[in-house]
């Protein structure tokens, strides 16, 4: 996400941190600089100047210029402005006071409305809310079905009428299912055009006039760039919509739409999708993603996607195991990793973590398939062998590898580094929960060569 705008940014702010001291040209050449950056990242114009605007005026501060570190400075002061461009602060879905809850989504063809439906109803179940989805794109092929099988992976009721054309009936419809069954929110899957017309705005109007949603969102393609800002003043000057949804997000997206669609709307982004999958929906939090362009690392974000990913239940049996001098074994392990897969690409982690910047992750070779053929050879032992890994000789190795289809070397280079991270749990006992020294800890199997993520 930003890996570009990213990268570019922190090319520039280097140039003031490593000074010690900064005169007001050498200010005003950088923030040149920074105004290039982010205008190639597609950034309207209009809040490219407002930014660059007040980020001057703080820079050139008496208080910048004889600070004991100005550079650092500069780049505070960037933080802040990016910030306040992406919206200050984080603002929730509003709940209606009288369920249920109604949301209208709302976009072009091909933004990611039906997907982020199915998304947020995931995430409105997880808060233990009563959610139904409701079918109005009556237009677009198969749109019904998609929208029945998301509801199905979810595991929440979907109202469709297939076949029937009167969107603002069903709506009316589904409505009165949805108080009658008490359900706390209600999300209405609409229709979308290829680009913005009279009849889609018209058929969107009467929808609102008839439902009174508590949130209409706009779904804009971060992809788009700029457009999806053109796109996004369009949506809200027809209907006035309570926030956005910027999806994909995790692809090639330069930023600015992100940097843009708040300044020129004043509609808060509430939420960013970042994968196909159904968990693939973040909160925005304006301040953690400034944090996150310039490189600083965003720890809040790491602990909340491991309190989600991870199974607390088992987490406190593993610790309680390692910590009362239970045996660490394979099994432990192989649960252990899967939970590690759910947060996601171990790249996109390692970018949450403060200090880590783009270029020490180009030198990290980072292979999607080797935690694949680890579980290959774990699950290809026995059960007692998993318990038991001293028991593998040369015949049971060769018996793993056939199963596995793995080399009997990279079963060996897996004991051997397993062996260390039982040594590991032992040293944990013994400090009684205190991490140990970051040089005294072994390789993890998770690269090639015994090194990790080789």
Partial sequence: MFDQLSDKLDGVLSGFRSRGVLTEPM???????????????????QVTRDFMKRVEEKALGERVL??????????????????SML????????????????????GLQGSGKTTTAGKIARKMKREMRQTRLVACDVYRPAAVDQLQTLGEQVGIPVYAEPGVT??????????????????????????GRLQIDEAL????????AALNPTEILFVADGMTGQEAVTIAQGFNDALDVTGVVLTKMDGDARGGAALSIYGVTGKPIKFLGVGEKLDGLEDFHPERLAGRILQQGDVIGLVEKAQEAFDKEQSQK?????M???????????????????LGPLENLLKLIPGVNSKMLKNIKVDPNRMKH???????MTAEERKKPELLNGSRRARIARGSGRPVAEINRLTAQFKDMQKLMKQMKGLQGMMPKMGSMPKLPFGGGGAPFR
């Fill in 87 to 106: 919206g200050e602060k984080k603002v929730a879905l509003e709940q209606s006071p009288l369920p249920p809850t109604v949301i209208m989504m709302v």
């Fill in 66 to 83: 004889k600070a004991v570190s100005p550079g650092q400075q500069i780049v505070k002061i960037v933080h802040e402005e990016l910030t």
């Fill in 374 to 380: 680890i579980e290959a050879i774990i699950l290809s």
């Fill in 27 to 45: 200010i005003r050449d950088g923030l040149r600089e920074v105004r290039r950056v982010l205008l190639e990242a597609d950034v309207n114009y």
């Fill in 324 to 342: 009362g001098g239970g045996r660490f074994d394979l099994e432990d392990f192989l649960t252990a990793m899967r939970q590690l897969q759910n």
């Fill in 318 to 322: 593993l610790e309680r195991k390692i």
């Fill in 201 to 208: 705005m018209d058929e969107l109007k009467q929808l609102r």
């Fill in 166 to 191: 009167d969107v603002v009936g069903i709506a009316k419809r589904a409505l009165e299912v949805a108080r009658r069954e008490r359900d706390r929110v209600v999300i209405f899957d609409t229709a």
